[in-house]
């Protein structure tokens, strides 16, 4: 039979976002929370409150120049000088943000239009972006030029 909400357990408070959330992370050594989720590619940032209550407040949406045609962001978090979140849907779209200016640290200038399946930060000045197709790329934050496409061993 399974479990029923009202026989098994109580839902004390609903949800914090009115759009799905697809990806969520934590902002390392933060209260800071991102997520992403259809309709487009934005990222929302969300605070959450003191230990003594349980709300996550929304604090901003970071959107994309072409978001609305995009599917939703994959996204990474890191705390280096300031807390930085990766995020994109493609390689030719993602970028680093600065989440405190919301100032956009790193885009990338890749031609691959593939869709992305998963993006992670390795350290401070690196981050690699797998493609759905299987393909790999690269992301330098120190060079300004297009991210370097490694080719996966057989």
Same mark, same amino acid.
């Given at each position: 039979?399974?479990?029923? +909400?009202?026989?098994?357990?109580?839902?004390?408070?609903?949800?914090?976002?009115?759009? +799905?959330?697809?990806?969520? =992370?934590?902002?390392?050594?933060?209260?800071?929370?991102?997520?992403?989720?259809?309709? #487009?590619?934005?990222?929302?940032? /969300?605070?959450?409150?003191?230990?003594?209550?349980?709300?996550? =407040?929304?604090?901003?949406?970071?959107?994309?120049?072409?978001?609305?045609?995009?599917?939703?962001? =994959?996204?990474?978090?890191?705390?280096? $000088?300031? +807390? /930085?979140?990766?995020?994109?849907? $493609?390689?030719?779209?993602?970028?680093?943000?600065?989440?405190?200016?919301? =100032?956009?640290?790193?885009?990338?200038?890749?031609?691959?239009?593939?869709?992305?399946?998963?993006?992670?930060?390795? #350290?401070?000045?690196?981050?690699?972006?797998?493609?759905?197709?299987?393909?790999?790329?690269?992301?330098?934050?120190?060079? $300004?030029?297009?991210?370097?496409?490694?080719?996966?061993?057989?």
């Amino acid at each position: 039979q399974g479990l029923c +909400p009202e026989r098994d357990f109580k839902v004390e408070c609903g949800g914090f976002s009115e759009r +799905p959330v697809y990806n969520l =992370k934590h902002v390392p050594g933060t209260s800071l929370l991102a997520t992403s989720g259809p309709p #487009d590619s934005s990222v929302q940032l /969300w605070q959450v409150s003191a230990e003594d209550s349980d709300v996550i =407040k929304s604090i901003s949406t970071i959107s994309t120049e072409n978001s609305a045609g995009e599917s939703w962001a =994959k996204i990474a978090t890191i705390s280096t $000088r300031a +807390p /930085w979140v990766l995020h994109g849907s $493609r390689p030719c779209s993602t970028r680093i943000t600065e989440l405190e200016s919301q =100032k956009e640290v790193y885009v990338a200038a890749s031609g691959s239009s593939e869709e992305l399946s998963s993006l992670a930060f390795l #350290d401070s000045t690196t981050a690699v972006l797998c493609c759905a197709v299987g393909q790999l790329c690269v992301a330098d934050v120190r060079q $300004r030029g297009p991210m370097q496409v490694v080719p996966i061993p057989s």
